[in-house]
């Protein structure tokens, strides 16, 4: 039973979506986007009301992938939980296993080692890396572009899933955290490949933006779609590169200083517009200073152990009380709200998830344009339904 | 009646080709298998790594994946089921035309998979909709895929044309319609579907 | 290595309750304290005041909280207590022969039950001044009829939709709320999943190795299986 998408949201106010009328004679075309569509990442639906071609109405409805992480959580102890956390944004699933890691750390007050920061670092900017060329690989193939720039995207991405393969045993669920450290050491052969990895990159982003970045049908459909001030993605919580291509500056890893981000020197791109195509720079940019962050962290990763020896593994029992713990994730900011009992399970476990909240504002982005840049916004967003739903 | 194999090489080697219209009928639909483009969950991501281009899918014939259910011939389930997408998974399968066929990929769809203890989680593709090849695996490698595709082409291959094991599209009595799942206040309703699904019995 | 993590305020947490009690009279403010290592104290707030509490938060010029991250919906159920009172009770009582009236201490057990309720966290942090977090914490009357709260989503817009997903599966009814559907569970759906005493439905019916609480369902679908063959006997 679908519901109409008549619901009575005529509510004025300055961070409201904007009411727009239709100018033409006869009803509405409601159309229901999803959840079952080429088009969307993932089983998503997004209510429509078109007036021709223009958007008057747009309500997404969410959980058609909601597996209740959270309440499985509740019946789990902290360790278990550890590979559900890769299932969340199953493309970063190592971003996902450190905000997890950082929100007990934070709970119990876990020291990490030295050795196991910098190859959290490492294995985080890869993620991001991957993660944004393959988010810029969807939203052309959105656009038409037929799988060329996902091809390229998801040819580097292999790369990477070799190293992440290697290292940890799998190539997407990585499930290689821990409370206090890290699972696994990376040998020799493990930092040079990933050195390997990290000299190539710069030549693939060069080409990536030499295929797309001037191409005047990317920039066309682009430029001037979905625009986001600044002050309505503050207020909507909207976070990663999303608030940063509306002008913000806010990157969690310059702002709360966790891990060692502040031992190395990068740059945080910011957009002017608050369009598609300063999503879509915005991101590009962040690829490059990520090879600056690797390129730094592989030139500086000192000897030691990875996991402090004091951390206790088996009958990991916090005390009772709460912390929330967030990193920069390639999507935004990935929280994680703990509240502990002093059982082994937690008594309420709480995922941020940041392609939620950024979901906010797609009507507000959305109305007024036409149903084919619908796509293309929704795409610029960066969503993961297992994120979105959990 | 089939035919002796020393005999189809040395005519082959001639330039005369004996075969079966079984085997022709079923050379022809399982080399051109046109998968339709629906992934669910973390396990798409693997179906679209399969199709990139280091693992390619479409030297099997899987070369084109068609959005809409009307053109498409397979139907890889790949994530996990909801109870709240089922009706539409069982939706799709029904608008599908026949033969069609459905890979259950990765262990969500095969019965649920690390979410079985879920309040939203359908337990398995299978308790609705018939599925010709299982792949374990959480995500299963794009080699997995590969394997699971050429084990349903062998499938396919093995179909006869008449009697008792004759495909569905050829067996005007079968099932085409399978009943869609309403979604009640507080399960789907019917849990399953029996003809599709028996509920085996466990001797305690 | 450690980690700085949160950026703290300038302000601890009880000039923070101070600077709200100055700016809204009446507002009804209490420290929860934190016992982890983190440090993340809360503050909790009186639902009478909650908007105007809001709205300072976000528009003052020192605190700047303008960015709200995180909602979570927590559930408390009914606790029962047990705890042991000392009880004066006069006694008759022999004592060296003559009958007296004696005053004694007795321990009694007396059993109350204190009302659960359902919770709502805000994590709120500040873009402009780049600190946070600052935690807020409201509570309904009780779990079962009073369960309403003001809906924070006028001050805060990234409070929608995940206000929505508390109504859904904690049942949290957020007055002033634009748009309060259920967010992931179907419309149809009646309970509210995420309680800690809502109990799944039954679809477990082939199970091959069960343990725990799955072995306990499979048992009662085996007694109810058993019960009802021998009821259709019977009938016959």
Known sequence: MTPSIAHPDRVEGWNRPPIIEPDGEGELLEVAMGPHHPSTHGVFRMDVALDGERVIRLKPVFGYLHRNHEKIAEGTSYLASMPYTDRLDYFCSLTNNWAYALAVEKLVGQQVPERAEYIRVILAELTRIQNHASTIGFLTQEMGASGTPLMYAFREREKILDLFEQLTGSRMMCNYMRFGGCRVDMSAAHLDSARKIVAGLPGFIDEFEALLSTNEILMARCQGIGKLKPELAINAGVSGPMLRASGVDYDIRKVDHYGIYDRFKFRVPLGDHGDVYDRYMVRVLEMRESVTILEQALKDIPAGPIMDPKAKIRGFRPKPGEAYGRIEAPKGELGFYLISDGTPNPYRYRVRPPSLINLTVLEDMCLGESVADVVVIFGSVDIVLGEVDR | ?204 | MAYTGDNPLMKTVEEIKAAIEAAVPGAGVDIISNPSVSGQHSLLIAQSHALQVAQFLRDDTELALDYLSNVTGVDYLDKEISEKVKVTRTVTKTVDGVEQQVEETVDETRKRVEPGYLETVYHLFSVAKKHGPVVLRMRTVNRTDQVEMPSLTPIWRGAELQEREVFDLYGVVFTGHPDLRRLLMWDEFKDHPMRKDYVEPDDFEYEPTPHDQVLERAKQHAASESASIQEGAETR
Request: a positive charge; hydrophobic letters at 40%.
């Open chain 2, 1 to 204: 009646m089939a035919v002796d194999q020393q005999l189809k090489i040395e005519l082959g080697k001639q330039g005369v080709f004996v075969t079966t219209i079984e085997e022709l009928y079923n050379w022809g639909r399982k080399n051109s298998v046109w998968p339709m483009q629906f992934g669910l969950a973390c396990c798409a991501i693997e179906m679209i790594a399969t199709t990139m281009a280091r693992y390619d899918l479409a030297r099997f014939g899987a070369e084109v994946f068609r959005p809409s259910p009307r053109q498409a011939d397979l139907m890889i389930i790949s994530g996990t089921v909801t109870k709240k997408m089922a009706p539409q998974v069982v939706r799709l399968y029904n608008q599908m035309a026949e033969p069609r066929y459905v890979i259950a990929m990765g262990a969500c769809a095969i019965s649920g998979g690390p979410f079985k203890q879920g309040y939203n989680v359908l337990k398995g593709i299978d308790r609705y909709i018939p599925v010709d090849v299982h792949i374990p695996g959480c995500p299963p490698r794009p080699e997995a895929l590969i394997q699971a595709f050429m084990t349903l082409q062998k499938k396919i291959d093995g179909q006869p044309l008449t009697g008792e094991k004759r495909p569905r599209h050829l067996n005007p009595e079968a099932q085409g319609e399978f009943p869609v799942p309403e979604q009640g206040a507080h399960d789907l309703e019917p849990t399953s579907n029996s003809g599709v699904w028996p509920i085996p019995v466990i001797i305690r």
